[in-house]
Every structure is written in structure tokens, then in C-alpha cells.
């Protein structure tokens, strides 16, 4: 069992982790695909690539699981040099065993240490890390410092204030015996957090509100149970290069990401994991 430096990542290594983030492999791929592009950050990754292309591009991937990510740019012939890494044992053992020539890495919570064993990408993605961390910003810098062209992220935000640091106050349930931090960044900290970087010359951001408190066993500040707070599901894409001016240029959208299947494609969703879902272990 991998150690951890506090409790707050000790969950990451049960299998219940492993069961449910490894949801979206029990979709067909037609839905899994159509899933994963209503989310803003693979929209954002997508629009990267097709810009960009794919081949001679490296990407790594902070946070990734149980590997999905490798079934999306397989199935829409994205080949770059992907490289996934994770600080829970169980989920890199379960994406190696899935795609066995994959590369996967188990790593401590300091992504720092992927400089040293793997070096640098192109592209860095991290979805749905940052809010677990009991040190977001400097998870955040670390990221950043990976990256040689741009980083993805997704993260929780709000719109009015201050970001809540403390685990003990913010933070989610998990798996029936674990609490894990969970940081909703206020959205101007973020803006002059990055906009202090010398190398952050394009950020763009898109919102899909929606109320945080209270859902999915998450135990956060009283106003993020109220949409006044404005908290929401934020996709940002970071450029990394040479400012044209002092501070980086911002673009702030509003986007939902909240998917709406047709009522055949949940029927079929529906039928489909009655077959393929695995049951808990007993
Ligand atoms: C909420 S899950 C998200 C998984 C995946 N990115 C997705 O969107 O489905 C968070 C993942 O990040 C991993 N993780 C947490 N802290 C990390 C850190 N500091 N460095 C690398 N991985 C971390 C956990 O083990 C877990 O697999």
C-alpha cells in the first residue's frame, strides 16, 4: 500500500476509487465519446490538438486514474506521447492492466518529481486534482512548471469570496471512511495568482455554474450552498510563453457542461451497464 503524507489522501488508495472512477470504461465508446467532449476541458483539449496536431506533441497527465484518457485520443487517433500519472497505486495497477502499453506511473502528491524521472510536456492536463490538494497552489505551480506550451485543468471556483484553504472546513466525504480536502478557488485569486507568473501569457477560463455545497457528501463553507457564491465546474486552459504585455490576457466564457443524453441513449446506457458494470467487492 503506498504511504501518503497526511490522511487527507489515504482514500485515494481504496478500491472503491478504483471501481468508481473507472466508470466511464463500462460506456460504449460512441457515448463515452460523446460524454467526454460536453466537458469543457476535453473541448479545450480538442480544439489544442486540432490546432496544434498531435504526433510530435507530448502529453502528461497529473491525476489520471485509471487511464480513460488513453481510450479518448485512441479512439479519435490523437497520438501523442501520452504519459499518465497518479499518487494511487490501485488506480495506476488498474490503467496499466487496461491498456498494458500505456505509460503510467505512480507518483508522491509533488508532481515536481515527473521533471526528474520524465521531464517536461507540451501539454500538462489535470482534472478535478487541484481541489483535492491540501496545498492547491502549490499543486498548481508545480503544474505549471511541467508544461512548456499550455496546461488544462478542471477545478470548482466561485465568484464571490475568499477561497476557504482549510481541509477541516472544506472538504468531501469519500468511499463511506475518508475525508478529502475539496478547495473552491475564488476565480479573481486565481487571476492574480497566475497573472504573477512570468511565463502565463493566455488564460482562458469557462464556467458551468451550478451550487456545490451539500451534494456528493461534500462538507463546504455555508454560502457555497447558494448560488449567490456563483461556484461552478471551471475548465482553464493556461498558455505558457511571452506576455505581450504585463499581465496575461484573460478570457472569461460561460458554458454549461451539463450533458443531456437523448432518451434512447439512456436506455442504452442503462441496459448496457447492467451487463458491464463490475459490482462492488463484498
Ligand atoms: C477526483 S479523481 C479525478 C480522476 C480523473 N482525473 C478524472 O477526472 O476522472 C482525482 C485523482 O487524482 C489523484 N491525485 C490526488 N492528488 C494527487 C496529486 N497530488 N498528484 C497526482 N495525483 C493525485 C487521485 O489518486 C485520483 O485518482
Not at 487571476?191 to 451534494?215: D, P, Q, T, W
Request: glycine share 6%; with cysteine.
Amino acid at each position: 500500500m503506498a504511504r501518503h503524507s497526511s490522511s487527507f489522501f489515504q482514500g485515494w488508495e481504496d478500491k472503491e476509487h478504483v471501481r468508481i472512477f473507472d466508470w466511464f470504461s463500462y460506456f460504449p465508446t460512441p457515448l463515452f465519446i460523446k460524454q467526454f467532449e460536453y466537458f469543457n476541458e476535453i473541448r479545450l483539449l480538442q480544439k489544442y490538438f486540432e490546432k496544434e496536431g498531435s504526433s510530435d506533441k507530448s502529453m502528461f497527465e497529473v491525476g489520471c486514474a485509471t487511464g480513460e484518457m488513453v481510450r479518448y485520443l485512441k479512439k479519435k487517433g490523437y497520438n501523442c506521447d501520452y504519459h499518465g500519472f497518479d499518487i494511487s497505486e490501485q488506480a495506476i495497477t488498474a490503467a496499466r492492466k487496461k491498456f498494458p502499453l500505456g505509460k503510467f506511473k505512480t507518483i508522491t502528491e509533488n508532481s515536481r518529481e515527473i521533471v526528474e524521472s520524465t521531464g517536461k510536456a507540451e501539454l500538462v492536463f489535470s482534472r478535478d486534482v487541484i481541489m483535492h490538494q491540501t496545498d492547491p497552489w502549490g499543486f498548481l505551480d508545480s503544474l505549471l512548471e511541467l508544461a512548456t506550451d499550455t496546461v488544462i485543468l478542471r477545478m470548482k471556483t466561485r465568484d464571490k469570496g475568499d477561497t476557504c484553504l482549510d481541509p477541516e472546513l472544506s472538504c468531501q466525504a469519500h468511499y463511506d471512511k475518508y475525508w478529502m480536502p475539496y478547495i473552491v478557488i475564488n476565480v479573481d485569486e486565481l487571476c492574480a495568482h497566475l497573472s504573477k507568473k512570468a511565463n502565463v501569457a493566455e488564460i482562458n477560463i469557462i464556467r458551468s455554474y451550478g451550487v456545490l455545497g451539500g451534494k456528493n457528501g461534500r462538507f463546504l463553507p455555508k454560502e457555497l450552498y447558494f448560488s449567490e457564491s456563483g461556484t461552478a465546474e471551471t475548465a482553464i486552459q493556461i498558455r505558457i510563453g511571452d506576455k505581450t504585455n504585463s499581465s496575461p490576457t484573460i478570457n472569461l466564457i460561460d458554458r454549461s457542461d451539463k450533458l443531456q443524453l437523448s432518451v434512447i441513449e439512456r436506455a442504452w446506457l442503462k441496459l448496457w451497464l447492467v451487463y458491464k458494470r463490475p459490482e462492488p467487492e463484498a
